[in-house]
Structure formats: structure tokens, C-alpha cells
């Protein structure tokens, strides 16, 4: 098996994500009726990457939000205060924890990146360059296009159409397995959402976490308030043997010594619980000043 695999206390975490997509879809008969529920609570954000269409959602997912309220203004956007403030709110407490621990896609990444028979990759040459992609996924698909969409009068959620391989999976592959009349219905855009989503999960069986690394907006979103965020990476210097340890077990592919404040990192823990030293803390509070004493890079 894997080492990046052997990190004990992981059960934990993956325990945490699974109550954590429990609690975002406990409505979980609407994947038999092929329905979609319909309470009053599903326009109320929730944290992770979770799909409004899920049939068992009783939220809505934040980047879903964001395109909807930027394109609900007939011919002129509305400034979608609700989600921003959202979004501000939970990036300035968690960051990119939500990411490592609540996010139902992200649980499905890590599930099947622990399937053995398959040579793991951590990083390949280059690689760091992909990861800017989230950020053009993030401005064009997910604000360009919405607003583009507004100033004509229509309302279209480009990632959700094009991209999120959440939805699709949660949503739109149920919804069509439950009802055998939309099947007749099927575009080229369904299939071409399927082809992501596969493509996505091959990946995920020899690299950690791809779409997180590559092409999540709301990554890319709370990634951008790690530096600040009260759940942080504590790393003590002056106890650290320099094993590389924490460098192994990291499923953002990141070295957790020198980017302890990267936009990467998803404070799931690993790196923490792999150290032999206790140089690595995952904290929630105000920063110590010895939190920064190294330079961190994306």
C-alpha cells in the first residue's frame, strides 16, 4: 500500500467527511423517487462543494450561489452580498479546511485514491503550473461567463453546466437512473459532464486529490484566506528533524515545512499526525508569532 496511505488516525477524518455529506443530504429517499427536495433551507449555502440538484441536498452549494445571484438581475447583475459575506465568513474561520474535511467531492477523491494496485504519483514536473487553473476556472467559468449571461438577461451557471464533477455525480447520474424518462433526454452535454467526472476518478487513483489541486473555484476562494484564517498550520522549527515525513503523507502534494500557509494546503492533519517530532500542529486561534517564521509559497 501507498505511504502516503499509512497516517494513523485517518479513519478520524474520513469518518468526519462522511457525517459531514450526512448532514448536507440526510435526505437520502429522494435517490429512490428520483425527486429533488425542495425545503425551504436549500437557499441557505453550505460549506463544501455540494450540489443544489443532489436529491438528497437540503443546501445549496456556494458556487452554485455565487453564479445564480450574479445572474438573477434581468439584463444587469445583481451583487451577490449574501454569498460573498458567506464565503468571507467561512474562509476568514476554516480556509481550506472545509476542503480537507467537509467537502463531499474532496471524501470521494480521498476514497478513491486508497484503492491499492495502482502506483501513486505525487507530483510530476511542471505540475505547480496546473494549479493556477482553478484560479481561471474561478474567474472565468465561475464570474466572467455568469455576468456575460447577466448583461444578455439569461441566467447561466457555467461551471455547473460545463464543469462540476459534484454535481454530477450526486446529482445529475442519479436523477437519471431514477427516472427512466429523462434518458431519452440525454445531450452531448451530459456525456460530456460523465467524461469529466471519469476522467477525474482514473486521476484520483494515482494522484491525491486532482480536482482540488487543478480546478476547484471554491478551493481557490478559501485558499486565498489561509494566510489569515483562524484554523491554521503551526510548524515549530526548531523541533523538526527534517524526515520529510510531513512532505510524504501530504495529499496536496505540498512540503508542509516551508508552505505551512500555502493556498494548497486543506489542514486535514496528516502532516501533524505523521510527525515524529510534534513540530506540526493544526490550530484554531490567533497566530503565534513563531506560526510565519518561514516563507510559505504556493
Request: glycine share 10%; aromatic share 12%; with cysteine.
Given at each position: 500500500m501507498?505511504?502516503?496511505?499509512?497516517?494513523?488516525?485517518?479513519?478520524?477524518?474520513l469518518t468526519?467527511?462522511?457525517a459531514a455529506?450526512?448532514l448536507m443530504?440526510?435526505?437520502?429517499?429522494h435517490?429512490?423517487?428520483?425527486?429533488?427536495?425542495?425545503?425551504?433551507?436549500?437557499?441557505?449555502?453550505?460549506?463544501?462543494?455540494?450540489?443544489?440538484?443532489?436529491?438528497?441536498a437540503?443546501g445549496?452549494?456556494?458556487?452554485?450561489?455565487?453564479?445564480?445571484?450574479?445572474?438573477?438581475?434581468?439584463?444587469?447583475p445583481a451583487?451577490?452580498?449574501?454569498?460573498l459575506?458567506?464565503?468571507?465568513?467561512f474562509g476568514?474561520?476554516?480556509?481550506?479546511?472545509?476542503?480537507?474535511?467537509?467537502?463531499?467531492?474532496?471524501?470521494?477523491?480521498?476514497?478513491v485514491?486508497?484503492?491499492?494496485?495502482f502506483?501513486k504519483?505525487?507530483t510530476?514536473?511542471?505540475?505547480?503550473?496546473?494549479?493556477?487553473?482553478?484560479?481561471?476556472?474561478?474567474?472565468v467559468?465561475v464570474?466572467?461567463l455568469p455576468?456575460?449571461?447577466?448583461?444578455?438577461?439569461?441566467l447561466?451557471?457555467?461551471f455547473c453546466?460545463?464543469?462540476?464533477?459534484?454535481g454530477?455525480?450526486?446529482?445529475?447520474?442519479?436523477?437519471?437512473?431514477?427516472?427512466?424518462s429523462?434518458?431519452?433526454?440525454?445531450?452531448?452535454?451530459?456525456w460530456?459532464?460523465?467524461?469529466?467526472?471519469?476522467?477525474?476518478?482514473?486521476?484520483?487513483?494515482?494522484?491525491?486529490?486532482?480536482?482540488?489541486?487543478y480546478?476547484?473555484?471554491l478551493?481557490?476562494i478559501?485558499?486565498?484566506f489561509n494566510?489569515?484564517?483562524l484554523?491554521?498550520?503551526?510548524?515549530?522549527?526548531?523541533?523538526?528533524?527534517?524526515?520529510?515525513?510531513?512532505?510524504t503523507?501530504?495529499?496536496?502534494?505540498?512540503d508542509?515545512?516551508?508552505q505551512?500557509?500555502?493556498?494548497?494546503?486543506?489542514?486535514?492533519?496528516r502532516?501533524?499526525?505523521?510527525?515524529?517530532?510534534?513540530?506540526l500542529?493544526?490550530?484554531?486561534?490567533?497566530?503565534?508569532?513563531?506560526?510565519?517564521h518561514k516563507?510559505?509559497?504556493?
Open positions: 501507498d505511504r502516503a496511505k499509512r497516517v494513523k488516525g485517518e479513519w478520524k477524518r468526519v467527511q462522511a455529506f450526512l443530504n440526510p435526505k437520502l429517499h435517490f429512490f423517487l428520483g425527486t429533488i427536495e425542495q425545503g425551504k433551507t436549500k437557499s441557505v449555502c453550505v460549506p463544501g462543494l455540494n450540489c443544489y440538484s443532489c436529491p438528497a437540503i445549496a452549494c456556494p458556487i452554485g450561489s455565487l453564479q445564480n445571484s450574479m445572474s438573477s438581475g434581468y439584463k444587469k451583487f451577490p452580498f449574501y454569498v459575506g458567506f464565503l468571507l465568513l476568514l474561520t476554516l480556509g481550506r479546511w472545509i476542503c480537507g474535511w467537509l467537502c463531499p467531492f474532496g471524501w470521494v477523491q480521498d476514497l485514491y486508497r484503492i491499492p494496485f502506483k504519483i505525487r510530476f514536473p511542471y505540475e505547480r503550473f496546473l494549479r493556477w487553473l482553478k484560479y481561471a476556472v474561478l474567474g467559468l464570474i466572467g455576468l456575460l449571461s447577466a448583461f444578455r438577461g439569461v447561466v451557471p457555467w453546466k460545463l464543469l462540476c464533477p459534484s454530477t455525480l450526486f446529482g445529475g447520474i442519479p436523477l437519471v437512473l431514477a427516472n427512466p429523462l434518458r431519452g433526454q440525454l445531450g452531448f452535454l451530459f460530456w459532464k460523465v467524461g469529466v467526472l471519469l476522467a477525474l476518478l482514473l486521476l484520483s487513483l494515482l494522484i491525491s486529490r486532482p480536482f482540488c489541486r480546478l476547484c473555484p478551493g481557490a478559501y485558499g486565498m494566510r489569515i484564517a484554523v491554521h498550520l503551526r510548524f515549530e522549527n526548531d523541533k523538526c528533524v527534517n524526515c520529510g515525513k510531513c512532505e503523507v501530504c495529499p496536496m502534494g505540498i508542509p515545512r516551508k505551512f500557509n500555502s493556498a494548497e494546503c486543506i489542514r486535514c492533519g502532516c501533524a499526525r505523521s510527525c515524529p517530532v510534534n513540530a500542529h493544526v490550530r484554531f486561534g490567533l497566530r503565534m508569532k513563531d506560526d510565519s516563507k510559505s509559497t504556493i
